[in-house]
Each structure stands twice: as structure tokens, then as C-alpha cells.
């Protein structure tokens, strides 16, 4: 049996009486990083000291078929470095190949700062979509987020503190300034932080430097009328970001319900100075 535990995202007191329990009776751990693992286990007082096999993101496709065998005979307990393994983490490979090969899957349950950011943002909860981390390369980024623009759930993002401020200046540039946000840094740490308020704001914050794991949450595209002197600037805006004049029509019509054709030919217009 393979068994996901989720592990503390920060706090060492959010680790699961089921979660001790497990790192207490496990005789094989796959883990993001081993020394990780040695490390919660040496701060949650456990003296048990189990195999410990690595699983990442650059062997865990190739780790998952031998794994799998060994979680016929043995309890396999599977961790990341934190929060639930196969959400941004490895794992995904190793469940998939297990569900696959009738290996059972079971779960036990933690934190996650997904749901943890979604839940402190104040924005709205009843429908959201995770995204994880944007693409690091500027025409990527924007390509993503002109196709998120107009969904109307709450969308999660992951970023690291060196991107972070790139990243908020990216979603202002394709969402709006005005679109309301908040950056979770450091959840259940010591430092923890939460700041709301709009995109425009927020990259302007974070301009000056940000520093610890972050997580960005942002409320999806409302109900806003554009005229369409803003929506021929939000067309011609995602065009030079990198999207196709086509495609950033596109969007921008599905957005603000103009025409399609009529954004296109207008964007064509400005962009040849007609």
C-alpha cells in the first residue's frame, strides 16, 4: 500500500497525530529529500529510523514502476519537503502508476498552503482553480495568464520570493490593476504575513523585495462592463505581451461580451496607425 502524508507547511505543530504515528512504524519512506525527512523526524522526537528512498522531480517517472512492486509487499509512506505530496510536489508519476497496477492508495490528510492561502485571502472560496507556479520566461507568463484572464473563479498561484514581484506586475498587466488579490507569505510561521488589496498595489509593494515562500491569490474576472476604448487597450496590452492579436481578441471579447471580429479589426487599425 502506498500511503500520501501530508506534512507541516511551517508550523511543527500542525503535524498529525496520524502523521506521528506513521513516521514512527514506517520501514520504507520515499521522500522529496531525504535530509528533509531526517530533519522532521529528529524535531517531532521520532527515533525511528526507516529506508529512505528520494523522490523528485528528476527520477520520479523513472523511480515509479519500482516503487510500485515494493508497495505490494510493504506499507510505502510517501512525503514531500511540505504540505501534500503530488500538488506541486512529486508523487503524481507514482499514484498514477499505482492506481494502474491495483496498488491501493490511501491519504492521510494535512496542511496544504493552497487551501490555507485560499482561506485567509478573503476572497472567494466557493469556486477556485490552482494554477501553481507561472512560467519563468515573460512571453510564457503572459501566454497563461491572457487564457486565465477572464475566469471568474479564484486562482491560486505559487512563486517564489525572487519572482514575486515580476509575477504580481504580470497579473496586473493581464488582469487589471483593480482586480483584487492578497500575497500569503510565510503561513503558520513565525513572520506570517497576509496582505490584500488590489493587483496594482500589490506589485507596487512587492517592487522593493519580498522575502519567504509565497502564495498569491487572486479573485477571478467579474462582471465588469469595458468600454471599448479600454478593451482595444487590454487587446493591444496581452498582443505585445506575447499572445496572437487573434487569440488576445479573443479573450478580451469573451470578457467583456464585444464582438470578436470588431476588437480584432480595430486592434489591427491602431496597431498599423490607420
Wanted: glycine share 10%.
Amino acid at each position: 500500500m502506498i500511503i500520501l502524508a501530508a506534512t507541516p507547511i511551517g508550523n511543527l505543530g500542525d503535524a498529525s497525530t496520524r502523521l506521528r504515528e506513521a513516521l514512527g512504524t514506517a520501514t520504507v519512506i520515499a521522500s522529496e529529500d531525504t535530509r528533509v525527512t531526517q530533519r522532521l523526524l529528529a524535531a517531532l522526537g521520532i527515533d525511528n529510523r526507516p529506508r529512505l528512498i528520494a523522490l523528485h522531480e528528476h527520477n520520479e517517472r523513472q523511480k515509479a514502476a519500482e516503487l510500485v512492486e515494493l508497495a505490494r509487499d510493504d506499507d510505502l509512506l510517501v512525503l514531500s519537503d511540505a504540505g501534500m505530496p503530488t500538488v506541486s510536489d512529486p508523487g503524481f508519476p507514482l499514484v498514477a502508476a499505482a492506481a494502474a497496477a491495483g496498488v491501493v492508495v490511501t491519504v492521510i490528510p494535512g496542511p496544504s498552503a493552497v487551501v490555507t492561502a485560499l482561506a485567509v485571502s478573503g476572497l472567494p472560496t466557493d469556486r477556485f482553480a490552482f494554477e501553481g507556479f507561472l512560467p519563468r520566461k515573460a512571453g510564457e507568463r503572459g501566454r497563461r495568464l491572457a487564457e486565465l484572464a477572464g475566469d471568474r473563479r479564484t486562482l491560486v498561484f505559487f512563486e517564489g520570493p525572487s519572482r514575486v514581484a515580476a509575477s504580481l506586475e504580470a497579473l496586473a498587466e493581464a488582469f487589471g490593476a483593480d482586480r483584487p488579490a492578497a500575497v500569503c507569505r510565510e503561513l503558520t510561521k513565525l513572520h506570517e504575513e497576509v496582505r490584500r488589496g488590489p493587483l496594482g498595489e500589490l506589485a507596487a509593494w512587492a517592487a522593493d523585495g519580498v522575502r519567504g515562500e509565497i502564495v498569491i491569490v487572486v479573485g477571478g474576472a467579474g462582471d465588469v462592463v469595458v468600454d471599448a476604448d479600454a478593451a482595444l487597450e487590454r487587446v493591444l496590452g496581452l498582443a505585445a505581451s506575447g499572445t496572437r492579436l487573434k487569440d488576445a481578441a479573443s479573450l478580451v471579447a469573451a470578457e467583456t461580451g464585444l464582438g470578436k471580429r470588431e476588437l480584432y479589426e480595430a486592434a489591427l487599425a491602431s496597431r498599423d496607425g490607420r
